[in-house]
DNA sequence: GGAGCGATGTCCT
DNA sequence: GGACATCGCTCCG
């Protein structure tokens, strides 16, 4: 199976991709790269192959939902910034803000396909290298907790982040990946509001998490 | 290979 | 004090 690996940067992708709802977001960002540049070395890069939408202060699965607080702050803010959370005191998870400013929404990153700085990823998930198998391979960043480690995503080093800036460490590229098959289902993990469909995959791709259906 | 469960920080009631 | 947008290990089939 010939696979994409180029390391290329692309198009940044705009913030006004970002200004409407969660789920249209969620839905546009299949298939664009998620992109960690660091001053030495080649990038980190994944294709977004699972996202989840989360609707603000509408929705009680969100972590905006009871309102604004220190903590959530960044999905309240401006379109196309990163906001970290800690869960279960052991994981990351990294969301993209979306709609206009004053408005909660995100989009929460579940799983990419690793392109490029497969090395970085391995070791910083504490994995052995070189990597064996195509098992090994999606280990890597199939799921909201793993992709963080692969990509070194913390809350302080990350929150609040521009995905949008031609200077910033995290970048959301689009190199005009033609994106077939998408599936909507309900989002993972959580408990109020389970059923609604809000989780977008590419279908049949093999770097999709998920234990739950 | 699948179900069960412990780890463990941070926020909010 | 409890819930939590998870992961990886154990145990059992």
Redesign the pocket.
Known sequence: MARHTSCAQASIVPRKFYLKAPDVVARKLLGKLLVRNSKAGEPIMGRIVEV?A?FGEADP????F??K????AV?FGPPGHA?V???????F?L?VSCEPDGRAG???F?ALEPICGLEAMAKA???PTPLAGARALA?LT????????ALGVT?VRDNGADFTAPASELQIQDDGFPVGDVLVTP??????DAERPARFLLAGNPFV?G?RV
């Open positions: 989840e989360y699965a969100s972590h905006s009871p309102g607080t220190a903590r959530n999905l906001y959370y800690f869960i279960y005191g052991v994981h998870c969301n995100g989009v929460l579940r998930r504490g994995l280990n199939s799921g909201p907790g793993r992709l963080c480690q809350r989002r993972i993990g959580i408990s109020k998490s234990r």
